[in-house]
């Protein structure tokens, strides 16, 4: 082999060097909270970061309507002095509860699906931690709309990408000069 084809491989592994590094730097904060939250929400019911669900304590009976369910868990957070607005109802039919949930805080109001009766209100962390790891905390605290996730995701996206592209040519690069090397 010629040595313009090893020069060429040679300068082609330290450009792939130093973009690697001028990209990994910038990102690497973005790399390590991406990690931290996903092990976190992998974990999420082990390390007790949603309120367990509950049962109901009535044997039979009829479903209360899901109106009604909000208007508990609205109740409720108007007692607690927080903001009311429900964001969605999760039903656990196994379980005979609802889990109530607003737009603007992490909470939820556990609610017997038969009874009415509030069974739990707490913090729901993984809430948090999942809009910290896809970038749209900073959409929930500013605007409401997804641009800053879309931007965050994508920007991330792209950059591990090349990371995965430009490592694999670092690792290949040295190897196949090598062998270029004992061919000449």
């Given at each position: ?9 040679v ?17 690497l ?30 044997e ?88 800053a ?20 040519y ?15």
């Amino acid at each position: 082999m010629s040595d313009a084809t090893i020069q060429s491989k040679v300068k082609a592994l330290r450009w792939y060097r130093r973009v690697h590094k001028w990209i990994g730097i910038p990102l690497l904060l973005f790399f390590l909270l991406i990690g931290i939250t996903s092990i976190l929400l992998a974990w999420k019911k082990k390390a007790e970061l949603l309120p367990p669900t509950l049962s109901t304590k009535v044997e039979q009976g009829t479903w209360i309507l899901p109106s009604e369910m909000v208007k508990i868990g609205e109740e409720e957070m108007k007692k607690l002095g927080r903001d009311s607005e429900v964001d969605r109802i999760d039903i656990r039919p196994d379980k005979g509860t609802a889990k109530v949930t607003f737009k603007t805080h992490f909470t939820e109001v556990q609610v017997d699906g038969f009874s009415g009766e509030v069974l739990s209100i707490g913090t729901r962390h993984s809430d948090w931690i999942e809009k910290v790891h896809d970038g749209s905390i900073i959409d929930y605290y500013t605007t409401g709309d997804e641009g800053a996730k879309l931007t965050y995701s994508t920007l991330i996206s792209i950059g591990l990408i090349f990371l995965a592209i430009s490592g694999f040519y670092m690792w290949y690069y040295p190897k196949a000069v090598r062998k270029l090397k004992t061919k000449s």
